[in-house]
């Protein structure tokens, strides 16, 4: 029997669309076809090479880095913000402002497209560097911060990190750290025989490694464990809820950079430098958008709105340097 399975990843093009359509009209030329058909055909003729276009212009707006953008500023990426007046979840467009401060002094400031500031680090300490020609000894950052790829980056610059994990908070208070005992972190490893220990005391064993590339094309290395007999346990309830035995990935030399920096966060010049942040940058950005009522960049396009911040940031140290 021969495949009629038309499902494919060849590039789609006007011409294809055209051809094809012209496939459908001669095969059905002396045949007795429904006016819905003929209107379908008319109306994909019409409509859908013209579609492609438009849908090849977007995605060339949008690039490999974002998911979205505005009509109204296309430089602008659709983002959820803090201010939801109505509670509805609602994006809207904007710009991701990363700020770095010394003494509550904006030292250097830069415009984003990314809804997340994981991926900012980097283009923003390289255009800090770039420009006061200096390297910071240290960089202290929250949990927003705590990728791989950034924990690599400052330590080929050697920059020590005091940036948090995603983990690190909750990990400090007894009542979170518990929430969730099951969880793949909280699993016993046994590095020398290269397996973990499911709750209820079974082995997990390795089934492969694998690679995968993050959204900003960075690789990481990420290993599989399946547990062997998760039928009939006790546990499984609250172990997992998927069908079968339970698998985990776990990305070991993330896990080792963690492991790290929990130290280090937890030495006491990083406890000064995670109390410094707290007072250093965030009661910058109240003092703009509170005491100043600054909640909205007033120009569009990513030039303009770079230029606007900067002025912003130039008259912030400026109040703050003669109050």
């Known amino acids: 029997m021969d495949d009629t399975d038309p499902s494919g990843f060849d590039k789609i093009d006007k011409e294809k669309v055209n051809a094809t359509i012209d496939k459908i009209n001669e095969a059905l030329k002396d045949k007795p076809v429904s006016k819905e058909v003929k209107q379908k055909l008319n109306y994909g003729r019409k409509h859908w090479p013209a579609a492609l276009d438009r849908y090849e212009q977007q995605e060339a707006i949008i690039g490999s880095q974002r998911s979205s953008y505005s009509k109204t500023d296309p430089d602008a990426t659709f983002m959820r913000m803090k201010e939801d007046h109505i509670k509805n979840g609602q994006l809207k467009p904007a710009y991701n402002l990363q700020i770095s401060t010394n003494s ?31 390297k910071p000894n240290n960089v202290t950052a929250d949990a927003g911060y705590g990728s791989e790829q950034n924990y690599e980056w400052l330590k080929s610059k ?21 929430k969730n005992p099951y969880r793949a972190d909280k699993l016993t490893y ?60 776990i990305n070991h030399h993330l896990n080792h950079l963690r492991n790290k920096v929990d130290k280090r966060l937890k030495t006491r010049r990083g406890i000064a430098k995670r109390k410094q942040r ?16 600054f909640k909205r960049f007033m120009l569009r396009g990513i030039e303009k709105v770079t230029i606007e911040a900067g002025l912003l940031a130039l008259a912030h140290n400026l109040r703050k340097r003669t109050a």
Do not use: W
């Open 104 to 134: 509550q002094y904006i030292a250097h400031y830069s415009i984003h497209q990314n809804t997340t500031d994981t991926n900012t680090l980097i283009n923003h300490l390289s255009e800090h560097i770039k420009q006061v020609k200096i």
């Open 158 to 178: 050697q920059i020590t990190a005091y940036v948090k994990h995603q983990n690190f908070d909750r990990d400090q208070h007894k009542r979170t750290r518990n």
């Open 190 to 249: 046994n590095e020398a025989k290269d397996h973990y220990i499911c709750p209820s005391g079974k082995r997990m064993k390795n089934i492969g490694t694998f690679t995968s590339r993050t959204s900003t094309g960075f690789e990481q290395t990420l290993t599989r464990y399946k547990a062997s007999k998760c039928k009939g346990c006790p546990l499984k309830e609250q172990c997992h809820q998927g069908k079968g035995n339970r698998v985990i990935t």
């Open 278 to 293: 707290c007072y250093n940058v965030e009661p910058v950005f109240g003092n703009i958008k509170h005491n100043h009522h």
